[in-house]
């Protein structure tokens, strides 16, 4: 077969297994995931037709541990990715944005070595609307000696997940992955019903004219980051001497995917409304996974005043202000919010 052939997610983590990256248990557990995605991808594409769209519940809207409404679809992704992962013998546990606590894989299935942690669909506010949403996940490796995984087996830094990915319901259903040798694009053949290697080794410009954030929190925000803003705005004439254009979907997935595919920085920072939280985002699996992929694709991530992967979880829904996306734009956040301090 020539070297040009077209590489599927199945022969690209057989190769990764060949070349010391990832072990076969490591390798089946992203098969299984990208197999939900395909599942979740076909819900999302029926739309309406699906009957899938709207509130989950009857009557009073289900409210879930963040205390947000949930989608049918959040619901029906949620469950997708549990049925999917809890019998394949390649995890101990599972955690999800739709779920109070860790789930220890039941006793009538093998446990495996990894955790998995997931939101099954992210950009929930677009659900209704036929803007893109996506699943964030990562990978970690589950404590030795424990077989029964809780809250605390899952609290570990970003840096030490094995892999990370998420997928994009777009025009296009796209897979980006990481196991920590870079990051790699998938797109979906849904014809043939297999995610095909698009684009190799992301690499995200180190510099950038385009920043993604929620304007109608500005009052809210903190004075390092009114001051950083403020001078993205002033354009040329100001001290960053060039004019910015900005974009903001309100999926998370689609504006990381932007960012790694052409560039840009993407926050979600402290607002006087989610400061008693910490911050709008999720730490364990939005922050993390995200954080990873761009670092592997030689991008930044940063809490504003910390490397993000450097973040020792205290609990599970934990939240944290987010900056991630070109390298240079990000220290420049950073330096904002380090010398205001
Ligand atoms: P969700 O997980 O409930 O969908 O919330 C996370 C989403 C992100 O995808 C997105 O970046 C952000 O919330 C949008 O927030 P806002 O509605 O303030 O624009
Ligand atoms: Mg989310």
Partial sequence: MSSTAPVSLTRFLIEEERAGHINAELRLLIEVVARACKTISIAV???????????????AAQINVQGE???KLDVLSNEILLEANAWGGHLAGLASEEM????PIP?????????????????SSNIDVNISVGTIFSVLRCPEGVT????????QPGHAQVAAGYTVYGPSTMLVLTVGHGTHAFTLDREVGSFMLTARHLRIPEETKEFAVNMS?????????QAYVADLLAGKEGPRGKDFNMRWVASMVAD????LTRGGIFSYPLDAKCAEKGGKLRLMYEANPMALLVEQAGGAASTGRERML???PKHLHQRVPVFLGSKREVETAVRYHTEHD
């Fill in 256 to 259: 990381v995917h932007r960012i």
């Fill in 217 to 225: 929190n500005q009052r809210f925000w903190e004075p390092p980051m």
């Fill in 45 to 59: 594409g029926k739309g309406a037709l699906g009957g899938v769209l709207g509130d989950a519940g009857q009557g």
């Fill in 69 to 71: 409404a949930q989608k």
């Fill in 107 to 123: 006793d009538v299935y093998p446990r495996g070595n990894y955790l998995l942690l997931f939101d099954p669909l992210d950009g």
């Fill in 148 to 155: 029964r995984p809780d809250d605390s087996h899952f609290l």
């Fill in 310 to 312: 450097d973040v020792v």
């Fill in 100 to 103: 109070d606590h860790a789930q």
